[in-house]
Protein backbone atom coordinates (compact mmCIF):
# COMPACT_ATOMS: atom_id res chain seq x y z
CA UNK A 1 0.00 0.00 0.00
CA UNK A 2 1.16 3.31 -1.02
CA UNK A 3 1.70 5.70 1.51
CA UNK A 4 0.67 9.33 0.90
CA UNK A 5 3.01 12.13 0.25
CA UNK A 6 2.02 15.13 1.83
CA UNK A 7 4.54 17.79 0.81
CA UNK A 8 7.09 18.32 -1.89
CA UNK A 9 10.52 19.42 -0.65
CA UNK A 10 13.46 20.40 -2.90
CA UNK A 11 15.19 16.77 -3.39
CA UNK A 12 11.79 15.32 -4.54
CA UNK A 13 11.20 18.21 -7.39
CA UNK A 14 14.58 17.63 -8.49
CA UNK A 15 14.08 14.10 -9.03
CA UNK A 16 10.89 14.88 -10.99
CA UNK A 17 13.12 16.45 -13.49
CA UNK A 18 15.74 14.07 -13.51
CA UNK A 19 12.86 11.43 -14.13
CA UNK A 20 11.25 13.71 -16.49
CA UNK A 21 14.85 14.06 -18.33
CA UNK A 22 15.43 10.37 -18.74
CA UNK A 23 11.77 9.70 -19.79
CA UNK A 24 12.09 12.45 -23.11
CA UNK A 25 15.41 10.89 -23.45
CA UNK A 26 13.99 7.75 -23.80
CA UNK A 27 10.53 8.76 -25.75
CA UNK A 28 12.04 11.81 -28.26
CA UNK A 29 12.50 9.69 -31.37
CA UNK A 30 8.75 8.75 -30.99
CA UNK A 31 7.67 12.57 -30.14
CA UNK A 32 9.70 13.76 -33.01
CA UNK A 33 7.88 11.48 -35.34
CA UNK A 34 4.86 13.46 -34.62
CA UNK A 35 5.78 16.50 -36.73
CA UNK A 36 2.86 17.74 -38.80
CA UNK A 37 4.75 17.37 -42.16
CA UNK A 38 6.45 13.65 -42.58
CA UNK A 39 9.44 15.62 -43.44
CA UNK A 40 13.32 14.76 -41.51
CA UNK A 41 13.25 17.58 -39.34
CA UNK A 42 10.85 16.97 -36.41
CA UNK A 43 12.56 17.77 -33.45
CA UNK A 44 10.45 18.37 -30.71
CA UNK A 45 10.82 15.54 -28.27
CA UNK A 46 14.14 16.36 -28.84
CA UNK A 47 14.12 20.20 -27.94
CA UNK A 48 11.88 19.19 -25.10
CA UNK A 49 14.39 16.75 -23.71
CA UNK A 50 17.52 19.14 -23.98
CA UNK A 51 15.31 22.03 -22.35
CA UNK A 52 14.62 19.97 -18.94
CA UNK A 53 18.15 18.45 -19.13
CA UNK A 54 19.65 21.84 -18.93
CA UNK A 55 17.32 22.32 -15.77
CA UNK A 56 18.48 18.84 -14.12
CA UNK A 57 22.02 20.35 -15.02
CA UNK A 58 20.88 23.61 -12.79
CA UNK A 59 19.42 22.17 -10.38
CA UNK A 60 21.92 19.77 -9.10
CA UNK A 61 24.60 22.60 -8.89
CA UNK A 62 22.01 24.43 -6.81
CA UNK A 63 23.40 24.65 -3.05
CA UNK A 64 19.86 24.08 -1.38
CA UNK A 65 17.14 22.14 -0.65
CA UNK A 66 14.69 24.36 -0.69
CA UNK A 67 11.90 23.39 -3.15
CA UNK A 68 11.64 27.28 -4.32
CA UNK A 69 15.06 27.18 -4.35
CA UNK A 70 15.00 24.19 -6.83
CA UNK A 71 12.28 25.42 -8.91
CA UNK A 72 14.41 29.25 -9.32
CA UNK A 73 17.49 26.63 -10.65
CA UNK A 74 15.06 24.70 -13.08
CA UNK A 75 13.94 27.24 -14.48
CA UNK A 76 17.08 29.51 -15.39
CA UNK A 77 18.35 25.87 -16.45
CA UNK A 78 15.73 25.80 -19.03
CA UNK A 79 15.54 29.14 -19.86
CA UNK A 80 19.22 29.46 -21.13
CA UNK A 81 18.60 25.92 -22.85
CA UNK A 82 15.30 25.90 -23.89
CA UNK A 83 15.58 24.85 -27.97
CA UNK A 84 12.66 25.37 -30.37
CA UNK A 85 9.02 26.64 -29.63
CA UNK A 86 8.20 23.88 -27.22
CA UNK A 87 11.40 24.42 -25.06
CA UNK A 88 10.68 27.99 -25.11
CA UNK A 89 7.16 27.21 -23.77
CA UNK A 90 8.52 24.63 -21.62
CA UNK A 91 10.89 27.46 -20.00
CA UNK A 92 7.92 28.95 -19.28
CA UNK A 93 5.92 26.54 -17.50
CA UNK A 94 8.73 26.23 -15.30
CA UNK A 95 9.16 29.68 -14.63
CA UNK A 96 5.92 30.56 -13.83
CA UNK A 97 6.15 27.47 -11.39
CA UNK A 98 9.39 29.14 -10.04
CA UNK A 99 7.35 32.11 -9.34
CA UNK A 100 4.73 30.59 -7.23
CA UNK A 101 6.98 28.48 -5.56
CA UNK A 102 9.22 31.12 -4.43
CA UNK A 103 10.61 31.05 -1.14
CA UNK A 104 9.13 28.07 -0.19
CA UNK A 105 10.84 25.30 1.51
CA UNK A 106 8.09 23.17 0.69
CA UNK A 107 4.76 22.52 -1.38
CA UNK A 108 1.62 21.14 -0.43
CA UNK A 109 -0.59 19.64 -2.61
CA UNK A 110 -2.47 23.09 -3.06
CA UNK A 111 0.23 24.88 -3.87
CA UNK A 112 1.62 22.39 -6.30
CA UNK A 113 -1.61 22.36 -8.36
CA UNK A 114 -1.17 26.70 -7.71
CA UNK A 115 2.60 26.36 -9.07
CA UNK A 116 1.19 24.47 -12.57
CA UNK A 117 -1.53 26.51 -12.74
CA UNK A 118 0.67 29.67 -12.44
CA UNK A 119 2.87 27.80 -15.29
CA UNK A 120 0.16 27.85 -17.40
CA UNK A 121 -0.43 31.35 -17.26
CA UNK A 122 3.06 32.22 -17.76
CA UNK A 123 3.48 30.33 -20.88
CA UNK A 124 0.07 31.75 -22.60
CA UNK A 125 1.64 35.25 -21.61
CA UNK A 126 4.69 34.06 -23.68
CA UNK A 127 3.13 33.04 -26.19
CA UNK A 128 1.98 36.07 -28.72
CA UNK A 129 -0.61 34.33 -30.63
CA UNK A 130 -1.63 31.15 -28.82
CA UNK A 131 -2.98 28.32 -30.53
CA UNK A 132 -5.29 25.59 -28.74
CA UNK A 133 -4.70 22.36 -29.52
CA UNK A 134 -1.32 22.72 -28.47
CA UNK A 135 0.70 22.11 -25.37
CA UNK A 136 -0.75 24.90 -24.10
CA UNK A 137 -4.09 23.42 -24.43
CA UNK A 138 -2.63 20.10 -22.46
CA UNK A 139 -0.68 22.58 -20.10
CA UNK A 140 -3.94 24.76 -18.87
CA UNK A 141 -6.19 21.38 -18.46
CA UNK A 142 -3.84 19.53 -16.33
CA UNK A 143 -3.16 22.66 -14.67
CA UNK A 144 -7.06 23.09 -13.69
CA UNK A 145 -8.05 18.98 -12.82
CA UNK A 146 -4.41 18.98 -10.66
CA UNK A 147 -6.27 21.52 -8.64
CA UNK A 148 -9.58 20.35 -8.79
CA UNK A 149 -8.03 16.91 -6.87
CA UNK A 150 -6.38 19.50 -4.73
CA UNK A 151 -8.88 20.84 -3.27
CA UNK A 152 -10.76 17.39 -2.90
CA UNK A 153 -8.00 17.37 -0.45
CA UNK A 154 -6.16 14.47 -2.16
CA UNK A 155 -2.43 14.15 -1.68
CA UNK A 156 0.43 15.15 -4.17
CA UNK A 157 0.57 11.81 -5.64
CA UNK A 158 -3.15 11.78 -6.85
CA UNK A 159 -2.99 15.81 -7.70
CA UNK A 160 0.14 14.71 -10.34
CA UNK A 161 -2.13 11.71 -11.75
CA UNK A 162 -5.02 13.63 -11.58
CA UNK A 163 -2.67 15.73 -13.66
CA UNK A 164 -1.49 13.34 -15.88
CA UNK A 165 -4.95 11.75 -16.59
CA UNK A 166 -6.58 14.89 -17.84
CA UNK A 167 -3.33 15.70 -20.06
CA UNK A 168 -3.52 12.65 -21.71
CA UNK A 169 -6.91 12.73 -22.18
CA UNK A 170 -6.84 16.72 -24.30
CA UNK A 171 -3.67 15.45 -25.92
CA UNK A 172 -5.93 12.70 -27.47
CA UNK A 173 -8.84 15.45 -28.65
CA UNK A 174 -6.03 18.33 -29.96
CA UNK A 175 -6.28 16.88 -33.28
CA UNK A 176 -10.46 18.16 -33.01
CA UNK A 177 -8.79 21.72 -32.04
CA UNK A 178 -6.20 21.86 -34.96
CA UNK A 179 -6.86 20.29 -38.12
CA UNK A 180 -3.94 20.33 -39.00
CA UNK A 181 -3.06 17.57 -36.70
CA UNK A 182 -6.19 16.02 -37.68
CA UNK A 183 -5.08 15.91 -41.64
CA UNK A 184 -1.90 14.89 -40.53
CA UNK A 185 -3.22 11.86 -38.55
CA UNK A 186 -1.16 13.11 -35.64
CA UNK A 187 -1.57 14.36 -31.70
CA UNK A 188 0.06 17.62 -31.18
CA UNK A 189 4.17 16.81 -30.20
CA UNK A 190 4.72 19.18 -27.67
CA UNK A 191 1.80 18.32 -25.51
CA UNK A 192 2.72 14.40 -26.07
CA UNK A 193 6.19 15.18 -24.72
CA UNK A 194 3.88 17.28 -21.76
CA UNK A 195 2.05 14.47 -20.66
CA UNK A 196 5.40 12.14 -21.06
CA UNK A 197 6.74 14.97 -18.38
CA UNK A 198 3.50 14.65 -16.23
CA UNK A 199 3.99 10.76 -16.38
CA UNK A 200 7.41 11.10 -14.76
CA UNK A 201 6.58 13.35 -11.96
CA UNK A 202 4.42 10.74 -11.16
CA UNK A 203 6.80 7.83 -11.16
CA UNK A 204 9.46 10.30 -8.93
CA UNK A 205 6.75 10.53 -6.72
CA UNK A 206 5.00 7.37 -5.91
CA UNK A 207 8.12 4.85 -7.09
CA UNK A 208 5.64 3.07 -8.89
CA UNK A 209 5.31 2.46 -12.74
CA UNK A 210 1.73 3.26 -14.72
CA UNK A 211 1.49 2.22 -17.90
CA UNK A 212 3.68 3.78 -20.41
CA UNK A 213 2.74 6.88 -21.70
CA UNK A 214 3.50 5.81 -25.11
CA UNK A 215 2.25 7.62 -28.30
CA UNK A 216 -0.85 8.93 -29.32
CA UNK A 217 -1.75 8.32 -32.78
CA UNK A 218 -4.74 9.07 -34.04
CA UNK A 219 -7.02 8.30 -36.68
CA UNK A 220 5.17 34.29 -28.34
CA UNK A 221 7.38 36.27 -23.73
CA UNK A 222 7.08 39.67 -23.67
CA UNK A 223 8.62 41.27 -26.41
CA UNK A 224 11.09 43.36 -27.36
CA UNK A 225 9.71 46.90 -28.75
CA UNK A 226 12.58 48.90 -29.23
CA UNK A 227 12.08 51.03 -33.08
CA UNK A 228 14.88 52.69 -34.00
CA UNK A 229 14.62 56.32 -35.28
CA UNK A 230 16.40 58.50 -37.52
CA UNK A 231 19.24 59.43 -34.91
CA UNK A 232 19.27 62.94 -36.02
CA UNK A 233 15.87 63.33 -35.46
CA UNK A 234 15.64 61.16 -32.18
CA UNK A 235 13.46 62.69 -29.07
CA UNK A 236 15.59 60.58 -26.09
CA UNK A 237 19.21 60.20 -26.85
CA UNK A 238 20.59 57.95 -24.22
CA UNK A 239 20.44 54.37 -24.16
CA UNK A 240 20.31 52.97 -20.67
CA UNK A 241 20.48 49.19 -19.76
CA UNK A 242 20.69 48.42 -15.96
CA UNK A 243 20.81 44.79 -14.13
CA UNK A 244 19.07 45.10 -11.09
CA UNK A 245 19.79 42.69 -8.21
CA UNK A 246 16.85 41.76 -5.33
CA UNK A 247 14.40 40.56 -3.75
CA UNK A 248 10.73 40.51 -5.32
CA UNK A 249 11.78 43.25 -7.36
CA UNK A 250 7.95 44.69 -8.50
CA UNK A 251 8.51 44.30 -11.94
CA UNK A 252 5.13 46.44 -12.99
CA UNK A 253 5.69 48.82 -10.83
CA UNK A 254 9.10 49.58 -11.67
CA UNK A 255 7.70 49.43 -15.50
CA UNK A 256 5.37 51.90 -14.19
CA UNK A 257 7.66 54.56 -12.61
CA UNK A 258 10.41 54.76 -15.96
CA UNK A 259 7.47 54.69 -18.25
CA UNK A 260 7.20 58.66 -18.63
CA UNK A 261 11.48 58.76 -18.60
CA UNK A 262 11.59 57.82 -22.36
CA UNK A 263 10.49 55.56 -25.04
CA UNK A 264 11.91 51.70 -25.75
CA UNK A 265 11.33 50.80 -22.16
CA UNK A 266 11.54 46.62 -21.37
CA UNK A 267 11.63 45.79 -18.00
CA UNK A 268 11.67 41.91 -17.90
CA UNK A 269 12.90 39.20 -15.21
CA UNK A 270 11.75 36.97 -12.36
CA UNK A 271 11.85 39.03 -10.06
CA UNK A 272 15.16 38.49 -8.21
CA UNK A 273 17.25 39.46 -11.34
CA UNK A 274 15.49 42.19 -13.92
CA UNK A 275 16.66 43.63 -16.69
CA UNK A 276 15.87 47.32 -17.69
CA UNK A 277 15.94 49.04 -20.95
CA UNK A 278 15.27 52.20 -21.93
CA UNK A 279 15.92 55.44 -24.33
CA UNK A 280 15.97 58.50 -22.13
CA UNK A 281 17.32 61.76 -21.87
CA UNK A 282 17.72 61.37 -17.91
CA UNK A 283 20.01 58.11 -16.99
CA UNK A 284 20.51 59.57 -13.88
CA UNK A 285 17.07 59.84 -12.91
CA UNK A 286 16.05 55.89 -14.31
CA UNK A 287 19.02 54.59 -12.19
CA UNK A 288 17.76 56.48 -8.88
CA UNK A 289 14.28 54.85 -9.38
CA UNK A 290 16.25 51.71 -10.17
CA UNK A 291 18.17 51.86 -7.22
CA UNK A 292 15.08 52.11 -5.15
CA UNK A 293 13.77 48.86 -6.10
CA UNK A 294 17.11 46.96 -5.84
CA UNK A 295 20.80 46.70 -5.90
CA UNK A 296 22.34 47.78 -9.52
CA UNK A 297 24.62 45.31 -11.56
CA UNK A 298 25.68 46.14 -14.92
CA UNK A 299 25.17 49.32 -16.19
CA UNK A 300 25.49 50.55 -19.16
CA UNK A 301 25.01 54.55 -20.76
CA UNK A 302 25.64 55.08 -24.31
CA UNK A 303 25.14 58.56 -26.39
CA UNK A 304 23.38 57.08 -29.40
CA UNK A 305 23.83 60.60 -31.63
CA UNK A 306 27.66 60.35 -31.45
CA UNK A 307 27.46 56.50 -31.49
CA UNK A 308 26.02 57.12 -35.01
CA UNK A 309 27.82 59.99 -36.39
CA UNK A 310 30.36 58.22 -35.37
CA UNK A 311 29.55 54.81 -37.21
CA UNK A 312 28.44 56.30 -40.00
CA UNK A 313 31.83 58.24 -41.00
CA UNK A 314 33.99 54.93 -40.23
CA UNK A 315 34.18 51.51 -42.09
CA UNK A 316 31.66 49.71 -41.89
CA UNK A 317 33.60 46.56 -39.82
CA UNK A 318 34.62 49.31 -37.41
CA UNK A 319 32.56 50.14 -35.12
CA UNK A 320 29.40 49.17 -36.45
CA UNK A 321 26.30 49.94 -35.30
CA UNK A 322 23.71 47.14 -36.34
CA UNK A 323 24.99 43.45 -36.78
CA UNK A 324 23.20 40.50 -38.09
CA UNK A 325 23.34 37.43 -36.68
CA UNK A 326 21.84 33.98 -38.61
CA UNK A 327 20.88 30.57 -37.82
CA UNK A 328 21.70 28.66 -40.75
CA UNK A 329 22.85 24.81 -41.60
CA UNK A 330 25.76 23.68 -44.27
CA UNK A 331 29.25 25.24 -44.85
CA UNK A 332 27.97 26.70 -48.17
CA UNK A 333 25.00 28.36 -46.66
CA UNK A 334 27.41 29.83 -44.13
CA UNK A 335 29.73 31.19 -46.75
CA UNK A 336 26.67 32.44 -48.37
CA UNK A 337 24.90 34.37 -45.96
CA UNK A 338 28.44 35.90 -44.26
CA UNK A 339 29.05 36.66 -47.79
CA UNK A 340 25.86 38.91 -47.76
CA UNK A 341 26.36 40.60 -44.56
CA UNK A 342 25.57 38.28 -41.78
CA UNK A 343 28.32 38.74 -38.58
CA UNK A 344 27.41 35.71 -36.54
CA UNK A 345 26.62 32.37 -38.11
CA UNK A 346 24.81 29.88 -35.79
CA UNK A 347 25.32 26.55 -37.10
CA UNK A 348 21.31 24.91 -36.49
CA UNK A 349 18.31 24.84 -38.04
CA UNK A 350 16.74 21.28 -38.92
CA UNK A 351 16.49 19.11 -36.08
CA UNK A 352 19.46 20.85 -34.72
CA UNK A 353 18.06 23.88 -33.02
CA UNK A 354 20.17 25.77 -31.11
CA UNK A 355 19.34 26.57 -27.53
CA UNK A 356 18.60 30.64 -26.14
CA UNK A 357 21.94 30.94 -24.41
CA UNK A 358 23.88 29.88 -27.81
CA UNK A 359 21.81 32.52 -29.10
CA UNK A 360 22.52 35.37 -26.77
CA UNK A 361 26.09 34.30 -26.76
CA UNK A 362 26.04 34.92 -31.15
CA UNK A 363 24.27 38.40 -29.67
CA UNK A 364 26.49 39.93 -27.37
CA UNK A 365 30.03 38.40 -29.40
CA UNK A 366 28.51 41.30 -32.25
CA UNK A 367 29.78 43.71 -29.93
CA UNK A 368 27.24 45.85 -31.92
CA UNK A 369 24.26 48.39 -29.90
CA UNK A 370 21.84 46.73 -32.42
CA UNK A 371 22.02 43.09 -33.30
CA UNK A 372 19.30 41.91 -36.11
CA UNK A 373 18.24 38.28 -35.80
CA UNK A 374 17.36 35.74 -38.82
CA UNK A 375 16.43 32.40 -37.24
CA UNK A 376 15.23 31.31 -40.60
CA UNK A 377 13.26 28.75 -39.21
CA UNK A 378 9.73 28.51 -37.75
CA UNK A 379 10.96 26.28 -34.85
CA UNK A 380 13.74 28.84 -33.71
CA UNK A 381 11.23 31.63 -33.89
CA UNK A 382 10.51 31.80 -30.31
CA UNK A 383 13.36 30.91 -29.15
CA UNK A 384 15.51 33.48 -30.80
CA UNK A 385 12.52 35.77 -28.97
CA UNK A 386 13.37 34.85 -25.92
CA UNK A 387 17.10 35.42 -26.31
CA UNK A 388 16.69 39.03 -27.59
CA UNK A 389 14.68 39.62 -24.54
CA UNK A 390 17.78 38.29 -22.29
CA UNK A 391 20.95 39.71 -24.25
CA UNK A 392 22.80 42.87 -23.32
CA UNK A 393 22.60 44.01 -26.67
CA UNK A 394 19.70 45.73 -28.02
CA UNK A 395 18.37 42.55 -30.53
CA UNK A 396 15.13 42.68 -32.90
CA UNK A 397 13.89 39.49 -34.82
CA UNK A 398 13.10 39.62 -38.61
CA UNK A 399 10.18 36.84 -38.21
CA UNK A 400 12.51 34.69 -41.11
CA UNK A 401 10.74 30.80 -41.33
CA UNK A 402 13.37 29.88 -44.45
CA UNK A 403 16.48 29.57 -45.49
CA UNK A 404 15.64 31.64 -48.38
CA UNK A 405 13.92 34.09 -46.88
CA UNK A 406 17.14 34.83 -44.59
CA UNK A 407 18.72 35.59 -47.96
CA UNK A 408 16.19 37.91 -49.02
CA UNK A 409 16.23 40.13 -45.76
CA UNK A 410 19.52 40.02 -46.15
CA UNK A 411 19.81 41.37 -49.88
CA UNK A 412 17.15 43.90 -48.54
CA UNK A 413 19.55 45.19 -46.09
CA UNK A 414 21.38 48.61 -46.27
CA UNK A 415 24.52 49.18 -44.41
CA UNK A 416 23.51 52.86 -44.47
CA UNK A 417 19.81 52.96 -43.45
CA UNK A 418 19.00 52.95 -39.45
CA UNK A 419 17.77 50.19 -37.60
CA UNK A 420 13.83 50.96 -37.90
CA UNK A 421 14.17 50.85 -41.91
CA UNK A 422 16.09 47.82 -41.91
CA UNK A 423 14.07 45.97 -40.33
CA UNK A 424 10.98 47.12 -42.14
CA UNK A 425 12.70 46.66 -45.48
CA UNK A 426 13.89 42.97 -44.61
CA UNK A 427 10.99 42.43 -43.05
CA UNK A 428 9.02 43.06 -45.75
CA UNK A 429 11.61 41.13 -48.69
CA UNK A 430 11.42 37.81 -46.43
CA UNK A 431 7.22 38.03 -46.46
CA UNK A 432 7.57 38.74 -50.25
CA UNK A 433 10.38 35.67 -50.99
CA UNK A 434 8.66 32.58 -52.45
CA UNK A 435 10.96 29.55 -50.85
CA UNK A 436 10.57 25.76 -51.93
CA UNK A 437 12.16 22.72 -50.25
CA UNK A 438 13.13 19.12 -51.42
CA UNK A 439 13.08 16.80 -49.04
CA UNK A 440 11.69 13.38 -48.09
CA UNK A 441 9.12 11.94 -46.31
CA UNK A 442 9.80 9.78 -43.19
CA UNK A 443 6.49 8.11 -42.46
CA UNK A 444 3.21 7.13 -44.53
CA UNK A 445 0.85 10.17 -44.57
CA UNK A 446 -1.67 12.00 -46.26
CA UNK A 447 -1.89 15.97 -47.06
CA UNK A 448 -4.78 17.61 -48.16
CA UNK A 449 -4.96 15.36 -51.68
CA UNK A 450 -1.84 14.52 -51.39
CA UNK A 451 -0.87 10.41 -50.58
CA UNK A 452 2.36 10.55 -49.17
CA UNK A 453 4.48 7.14 -48.32
CA UNK A 454 7.52 7.05 -46.45
CA UNK A 455 10.35 7.96 -48.34
CA UNK A 456 8.44 9.97 -50.99
CA UNK A 457 10.56 12.92 -52.24
CA UNK A 458 7.80 15.93 -51.31
CA UNK A 459 8.09 19.32 -52.27
CA UNK A 460 7.23 22.80 -50.60
CA UNK A 461 6.68 26.08 -51.51
CA UNK A 462 6.32 28.50 -48.25
CA UNK A 463 6.25 25.63 -45.66
CA UNK A 464 3.09 23.84 -47.73
CA UNK A 465 3.79 20.37 -49.59
CA UNK A 466 2.97 20.95 -53.12
CA UNK A 467 4.26 17.74 -54.60
CA UNK A 468 5.27 14.28 -54.50
CA UNK A 469 7.32 11.85 -56.22
CA UNK A 470 9.93 9.51 -56.27
CA UNK A 471 12.46 11.52 -57.16
CA UNK A 472 14.01 15.05 -56.40
CA UNK A 473 14.20 16.23 -59.84
CA UNK A 474 10.66 15.38 -60.86
CA UNK A 475 9.27 16.50 -57.86
CA UNK A 476 11.62 19.89 -58.27
CA UNK A 477 10.19 20.22 -61.70
CA UNK A 478 6.26 19.63 -61.01
CA UNK A 479 6.73 22.07 -58.17
CA UNK A 480 8.11 25.25 -60.29
CA UNK A 481 5.55 23.95 -63.13
CA UNK A 482 3.16 24.65 -60.52
CA UNK A 483 5.30 27.87 -58.86
CA UNK A 484 6.54 30.11 -61.70
CA UNK A 485 4.24 32.96 -62.89
CA UNK A 486 5.52 35.84 -65.65
CA UNK A 487 6.22 38.04 -62.81
CA UNK A 488 9.38 35.91 -61.90
CA UNK A 489 12.36 36.66 -63.39
CA UNK A 490 15.26 34.94 -61.10
CA UNK A 491 15.38 31.45 -59.81
CA UNK A 492 18.21 30.56 -57.23
CA UNK A 493 18.95 26.74 -55.86
CA UNK A 494 20.95 25.82 -53.36
CA UNK A 495 21.72 22.14 -53.30
CA UNK A 496 22.26 19.99 -50.28
CA UNK A 497 25.11 17.47 -49.35
CA UNK A 498 23.52 14.57 -50.87
CA UNK A 499 24.07 16.11 -54.13
CA UNK A 500 26.99 16.84 -56.46
CA UNK A 501 27.78 20.11 -58.54
CA UNK A 502 27.19 17.73 -61.59
CA UNK A 503 23.80 17.04 -60.23
CA UNK A 504 23.23 20.22 -59.77
CA UNK A 505 24.05 21.74 -63.04
CA UNK A 506 22.27 18.98 -65.00
CA UNK A 507 18.87 20.18 -62.88
CA UNK A 508 20.35 23.77 -64.09
CA UNK A 509 20.38 23.04 -67.55
CA UNK A 510 16.82 21.36 -67.63
CA UNK A 511 14.98 24.33 -66.07
CA UNK A 512 16.99 27.04 -68.35
CA UNK A 513 15.65 24.55 -70.74
CA UNK A 514 11.87 24.26 -69.52
CA UNK A 515 11.73 28.20 -68.20
CA UNK A 516 13.59 30.34 -70.77
CA UNK A 517 12.66 33.61 -69.42
CA UNK A 518 14.34 32.49 -66.47
CA UNK A 519 17.64 33.41 -65.03
CA UNK A 520 18.73 30.23 -62.70
CA UNK A 521 21.67 30.21 -60.51
CA UNK A 522 22.66 27.07 -58.52
CA UNK A 523 24.54 27.06 -55.56
CA UNK A 524 26.14 24.97 -52.89
CA UNK A 525 24.22 25.20 -49.85
CA UNK A 526 25.93 21.81 -48.09
CA UNK A 527 22.44 21.66 -46.55
CA UNK A 528 21.74 18.07 -44.73
CA UNK A 529 18.12 16.75 -45.08
CA UNK A 530 17.05 18.62 -47.92
CA UNK A 531 18.22 17.75 -51.37
CA UNK A 532 17.34 21.55 -52.93
CA UNK A 533 16.25 24.95 -51.18
CA UNK A 534 15.54 27.96 -53.70
CA UNK A 535 13.56 31.15 -54.11
CA UNK A 536 11.78 32.82 -56.57
CA UNK A 537 12.09 36.48 -57.18
Not at 83 to 106: C, H, M, P, W
Not at 180 to 209: E, M
Not at 448 to 470: H, K, Y
Request: hydrophobic letters at 45%; glycine letters at 8%.
Amino acid sequence: MQMAVSVLDGSALRRMFEAAALALEREKSAIDALNVFPVPDGDTGTNMAMTVSSAVREMSAAATDDVGGMAKAAAMGSLMGARGNSGVILSQLFRGFSREAEDRKTLTAVELASCLQAGVETAYKAVMKPVEGTILTVARFAGQAAMQAAKRGQDLAAVLEAAYREAGRVLKRTPEMLPVLRDAGVVDAGGQGLVVIFRAYLDAIRGDQLEPAGVVATAEGPKLLTTAREFDDIAFAYDTEALLIGERVDVEGLRSELADLGDSLLVVGDGAVVKVHIHTNHPGTVLERCLSHATLGDVAVKNMREQYHAARGAPREMGKVTSVVVVTVGEGMGQIMRSLGADVVINGGQSMNPSTEEIVQALERTGSSQVIVLPNNANILLTARQAAELAKTTAHVVPTRTVPQGVAALLAMSPAADVKTNLERMTRAAEQAISGEITYAVRQTRYRDLEIREGDVIGLVNEEIRSVGRHWRDVLMDLLEGTVSRDHAILTLYYGQDLTAADAESARESLVERFPDLEVEVYDGGQPLYYVLFSLE
